[in-house]
């Protein structure tokens, strides 16, 4: 759905064995790199953090970032992907998770859409 100007989602998130999945709206940012959530989104879904990093933002701040896996779902195609947490206003859909699903952005028409075939990979 586009709003705005903007391009939202409705994407599956949960922990890596999926055990927690919920269906949340999530803000297709192309000019992110990693898929990021709230520290209470990533509770909610029982993430494990793993490490930390910094994350420059859009207006050029830093910020600690914990480092997790999670697993995300758009269009039926689903994978373990990385995310970043740290306090941010909305989940945002980072180009690394649309790139391991094989999927796009159109900015204009608002629509999410393969890129290729999505196949298993080692």
């Not at 373990?80 to 180009?95: A, C, D, Q, S, Y």
């Amino acid at each position: 759905m586009k709003l705005l100007g903007h391009v939202y989602i409705d994407a599956l998130l949960g922990d890596p064995r999926r055990v927690k999945v919920i269906k949340k709206r999530m803000l297709v940012d192309t000019g992110a790199t990693y898929t990021c959530i709230s520290p209470k989104l990533a509770d909610e879904l029982g993430l494990t953090i793993v490490g930390e990093s910094d994350v420059t933002l859009a207006d050029k701040r830093k910020v600690k970032a914990g480092v997790s896996l999670a697993y995300a779902e758009l269009g039926g195609r689903g994978d373990i992907v990385e995310v970043r947490i740290f306090e941010t206003e909305e989940p945002i859909l980072g180009v690394f998770t649309l790139e391991a699903l094989g999927l796009t952005v159109d900015p204009v028409s608002g629509e999410v859409s393969p890129t290729r075939s999505f196949t298993a990979r080692a």
